[in-house]
Structures are given as C-alpha cells and as structure tokens.
C-alpha cells in the first residue's frame, strides 16, 4: 500500500483494456472418503451424564457394524442400567420421550 497524504484524491482504478472472459475450469476427479462416528450417553432422571460411549470406524470400514455394535450396547444397558451409571436410585435408563 503505499502513502499518500491525507487530502489526496483517491487513486483512480485501472480501465481494462478488454473485458474480462470468464471460462469453465478443467474438469477433475474428486476422491474423498468419509469416517464415521457415533456417541451414546446415558444420563440419570435430571439429565446429568452417567456414561459417554464414543465409536469411531474407518472409512473403509464398513458403517453397519458400529450401528450394531452401538445398538448391542444400548440394549445391554437397558437390560442392566446399573452397569452404565452410577450406583444411584436415579440411576436409571428410561426410553426417550418425544
């Protein structure tokens, strides 16, 4: 940037001496790969955090497997809710209201 005293008219832009063309970029592949994630957490009657459960796959995994294994795991605590929390009477797995 450079200096120019205070009551300097403003520089005056550049004219194009053409107009502008715009083009289409060359085409290119795009190659991504997606992980995937998921959290169960249990909670007790007043909504404070017993247990936080994180699963995590590779993208070349196949994402079928973390739900089973994250469903396998909710069912479980269901069956047995003390294992999951603290040994509470509040500490219980209920379904989720909608």
């Known amino acids: 940037m450079e200096d120019r005293p205070a009551d300097a008219p403003p520089k005056p832009e550049r004219k194009r001496l053409r107009p502008r063309q715009r083009c289409a970029p060359a085409p290119f592949d795009v190659n991504w790969r997606m992980g995937y994630v998921g959290t169960v957490s249990f909670v007790d009657a007043l ?52």
């Open 47 to 98: 909504g404070e955090s017993l247990r936080t459960v994180r699963y995590a796959a590779a993208a070349c995994d196949d994402p079928r497997e973390l739900v089973v294994q994250m469903t396998a795991d909710v069912r479980s605590a269901r069956q047995a809710p003390r294992r999951f929390g603290r040994e509470s009477s509040r500490a219980r797995i209920e379904p989720r209201r909608r």
